[in-house]
């Protein structure tokens, strides 16, 4: 609670074993009052980034800041055919239905089940993604620095061919 009482911004970079730690730095984030910014991502854009640094930023003061730019948001069989048409190879695709998924997860210890779950969310759900930005409490990257070029995920692939 000191260290969060001396900072304008607020990084959370912990991954999916971390995420009840950051409940708490989010209840103590509340608790403080002065954060100005609070950005939870393993990865950042540097650029989006450089601009936050300048946290009185009226478009993103006290506001979640999401990134999620339009052209990057597709599903993983959307990926999968990039992929195939990047590398020239077809990829055994396996379909599981949602219901088996389910019981998959019930049925498994943790920490198996925990990483299943959120494969489940992320994957079958789509919450990582389908969900509406409520202007009053967040704001997307690309709408607020619309001159920032964003890496597609076509482009980003060429990198691992």
Same mark, same amino acid.
């Given at each position: ?34 954060? /100005?910014? +609070?950005?939870? &991502?393993?990865?950042?854009? %540097?650029?989006? $980034?450089?601009? *936050? ?5 009226? =478009?993103?003061?006290? /506001?979640? +800041?999401?990134? &999620?730019?339009?052209?990057? %948001?597709?599903? $993983?069989?959307? *990926? ?5 048409? =990047? ?75």
């Amino acid at each position: 609670m000191k260290a969060i009482k001396q900072v304008d911004v607020v990084i959370s970079a912990e991954g999916h074993a971390l995420l009840p730690n950051q409940v708490k730095i989010i209840a103590a984030i509340k608790e403080a009052g002065n954060v /100005k910014l +609070f950005l939870t &991502r393993k990865k950042t854009l %540097v650029l989006i $980034l450089s601009r *936050l640094w300048n946290v009185d930023d009226p =478009k993103s003061l006290k /506001k979640i +800041f999401c990134i &999620r730019p339009p052209q990057n %948001v597709i599903t $993983l069989n959307e *990926l999968t055919s990039l992929w195939e048409k =990047k590398t020239g190879k077809n990829l055994e695709r396996i379909y599981v239905p949602e219901e088996q998924f389910l019981k998959n997860i019930q049925e498994a210890s943790f920490p198996l089940n925990a990483a299943l779950s959120i494969s489940h969310t992320a994957f079958v759900k789509g919450d990582h993604t389908n969900f509406e930005i409520d202007p009053s409490v967040g704001v997307e990257a690309s709408e607020v620095y619309p001159d920032v070029r964003y890496t597609p995920v076509n482009e980003i692939l060429y990198q691992y061919v």
